[in-house]
């Protein structure tokens, strides 16, 4: 796929403020000549004579004002975006990065918009759709766990994983198109055995990979974890002593969480989504009964609920009908207080006993959380899918798959080619290579200015 677009586009690629250093990057075919017209090196040579990928030192005629800068060439094709490209990097702050950046655009650049070179590195073939998720993965990332997978995403490996599933796709398709020359019905029944043995080798690798996406969505949004339970049973402390931070308001008032209160930590590399809910019991207070409302919706989303009891109090009706609530989803329970007279004669399977003042059995509760949230490891390099975009590509690839596998005994080879085209064109939306314009418009608008 070739980028016919031949403007030249500019644009600041670092962070908005000041700063040790601005980057100010242009990509086009006229990019060298704008940079002939304003850099001059301290030899008083010329970027279009500068060597291709070497710093140089010299003046920015910004118009306004000179500034001292370096500045890089990168040749076509050997460049992030495939065409011609020059970087200055310059003395960071507003005005200094703003003043060249104008001065680009008055000799005939215009300013990028948004994932534009990227887009431009795509469309040139030098970066699959695929790839550049990853990129934006690693930007957005929060966890090492996140830029891992953003880092398997842009090293190509699913890209790769989606080509050989293509290439194998056209094996078999030619495979079939050679039994449309040679009609015989041996040469049909060899076609479909061998067929089905193949299909049912890419059924399976997809399957394989499928199965990571509950990992991946671990790793990309982070564990959901509730905190249930009766009023001033220490759901507020526990929050905060996980966060280690005073998010939540805590006192010996009954009720004084109304609302769903929001945090998050990095727990083994993984991402944990605190929520902590207003304490569920009964009242005729309108807006304590929105709050406990909210919390009784969230039980059924939460991938984890740590329901807490208050152990200094025997386990009461109250306490029994929220477990009853909770009891058919993943679920923890927490006995707090445990530095307190123990009241509650109530046992359970999965318990770890608390105490908010002195912090005791944290850290069990930390590792018990990892345990219930069976994370699945990973080879280093190996795919995990953390992208809706591709699970969902993938799930439509297989179901084509199955299909085609099903239907061979039963349908002539024809009608099965139409399934695995389908397959096909199902896998080449992750790597770009079938994906509609709409989709890749979206993908790069995403992208920051000047990426």
Known sequence: MKNINQDTIVAISTGTGSGAISIVRMSGENSVDIADKIFVSLSGEYPSNFASRMLTLGTINAQNFNEQAFCVVFRSPKSYTGENMVEFQCHGGVQVASGVLKACIAFGARLATNGEFSKRAFLNGKLSLAAAEGIMDMINAESDAEIRAGFSLLSGNLSKL????????????????????????????????????????????????????????????????????????????????????????????????RDIIEGTFLLDDIKINLIDTAGIQETDDKV?????????????????????????????????????????SKHIVVKTKSDLTNKCDRHFENEIEISNISGSGTDKLKAKILQFANISSTPAGSVIITNERHKEALKSALESLNNAYEGISAETLDLVSVDIKSAYSEIGEITGNTASEDIIDAIFKKFCLGK
């Open 162 to 257: 989606a080509s050989d599933a293509q290439n194998e796709l056209t094996d078999i398709l030619a495979e079939i198109e050679v039994s449309f020359d040679y009609p015989e019905e041996t040469i049909e029944y060899i076609t479909k055995a061998s067929v089905k043995q193949r299909l049912k080798k890419l059924i399976d690798d997809i399957k394989n990979t499928l199965s990571t996406s509950e990992t991946g969505k671990l790793i990309k949004s982070g564990l959901n974890v509730l905190i249930v339970g009766k009023p001033n049973v220490g759901k507020s402390s526990l929050l905060n002593n996980l966060l280690g931070l005073e998010r939540a308001i805590v006192t010996d008032v009954a009720g004084t969480t």
């Open 288 to 328: 304590e009964k929105i709050g406990i409302d909210k919390a009784k919706n969230l039980i059924g989303s939460a991938d984890i609920i740590l329901f807490l009891i208050d152990t200094s109090r025997e386990f009461s009706v109250e306490d029994e009908k929220i477990f009853n609530q909770i009891n058919g």
